[in-house]
Every structure is written in structure tokens, then in C-alpha cells.
């Protein structure tokens, strides 16, 4: 499980990982808890998935000017 703290773009951050699938990694929402945004994810090494959506977020227009934080749950 993956865990995203993002106070804003939360909807963006969701629509974004729920169609990645590349290399057979995908991820699905689970949950909101205040800030924090979890998915589910087919990946088996986390830590190389999170490092994976905080680039993927990145690249994104909005998500240059972003602050937020990916961590394995």
C-alpha cells in the first residue's frame, strides 16, 4: 500500500494513479484519511513504486508546484 499526503489536487492525484499501468504496476484508491490518500498497488517492491509516484506526480503541470508526500504504508 502506498500512502500520498497531499493537502490539495487530492481528485487529480487519484484520477492519475488509478490509470497508470506500466510494467504491470497499477493502483487502486482505497481510502482518504484527512490529508493522506491510500492505494492499493500490484507492485511488490513499495518503496521503488512510491519513488515511482512521486516522479509520476512531478511531471506533471500542477504537480511541479506541489507539496506532498509518498511513503510505503
Known sequence: MISIASAMQQDEIIELLEAYNEADV???Y???QGIKLFFTTTATDLDA???A???LIKAQPWGSV???QVTPA
Do not use: M, Q
Open 26 to 28: 497499477s493502483f487502486t
Open 30 to 32: 482505497k481510502e482518504k
Open 49 to 51: 513504486a512510491a519513488k
Open 53 to 55: 509516484v512521486k516522479a
Open 66 to 68: 506541489l507539496y506532498f
